[in-house]
């Protein structure tokens, strides 16, 4: 499907100039009320002709059903593309919540853990003592008759 861009060049800059509009003006709104600034501070300024004329130029394209079609298709993916979006922002959200959530828990465990392995340790350093009672294991004779 061929596209078409309606374009209107103003190379002596009067909007610029005598309305003080800035370009580039874009949309049809943008350049009736830029053409109304223009057309009463100088009502024969030919630039009003042609921003009209390409006024026109859109308006028959709009008509036109492949130009429909591809309005439509622009706002569909537009409705898609905010769809996408907004639903990837809100797993995103999602993801770092429970990434929080668990970092928290397994923080919260790791605290847990340490408390009990101290208590434990602690038990067990006190109900434990090792006694070491040396003895030697004397000969009863040298006799080496066994």
């Given at each position: 499907?061929?596209?078409?861009?309606?374009?209107?060049i103003?190379?002596d800059?009067?909007?610029?100039?005598?309305?003080?509009?800035?370009?580039?003006?874009?949309?049809?709104?943008?350049?009736i009320?830029?053409?109304?600034?223009?057309?009463?501070?100088?009502?024969?300024?030919?630039?009003?002709?042609?921003?009209?004329?390409?006024?026109?130029?859109?308006?028959?394209?709009?008509?036109?059903?492949?130009?429909?079609?591809?309005?439509?298709?622009?706002?569909?993916?537009?409705?898609?593309?905010?769809?996408?979006?907004?639903?990837?922002?809100?797993?995103?959200?999602?993801?770092?919540?429970e990434?929080?959530?668990?970092?928290?828990?397994?923080?919260e465990?790791?605290?847990?853990?340490?408390?009990?392995?101290?208590?434990?340790?602690?038990?067990l350093?006190?109900?434990?003592?090792?006694?070491?009672?040396?003895?030697?294991?004397?000969p009863?004779?040298?006799k080496?008759?066994?």
């Amino acid at each position: 499907m061929a596209k078409t861009l309606v374009l209107n060049i103003d190379r002596d800059d009067d909007f610029g100039r005598k309305a003080q509009v800035k370009s580039p003006i874009i949309g049809v709104q943008d350049n009736i009320d830029a053409a109304n600034k223009l057309g009463f501070i100088d009502a024969e300024d030919s630039d009003l002709n042609a921003i009209f004329y390409a006024i026109s130029i859109y308006e028959s394209l709009k008509k036109d059903a492949d130009f429909e079609s591809l309005m439509k298709q622009v706002k569909a993916t537009d409705e898609l593309t905010f769809k996408i979006s907004a639903e990837a922002t809100k797993e995103q959200k999602k993801i770092v919540e429970e990434t929080v959530n668990k970092i928290v828990t397994l923080k919260e465990e790791n605290k847990d853990l340490k408390k009990e392995l101290d208590e434990a340790k602690a038990k067990l350093d006190s109900a434990s003592v090792d006694t070491l009672i040396p003895f030697h294991i004397s000969p009863i004779s040298n006799k080496k008759d066994f």
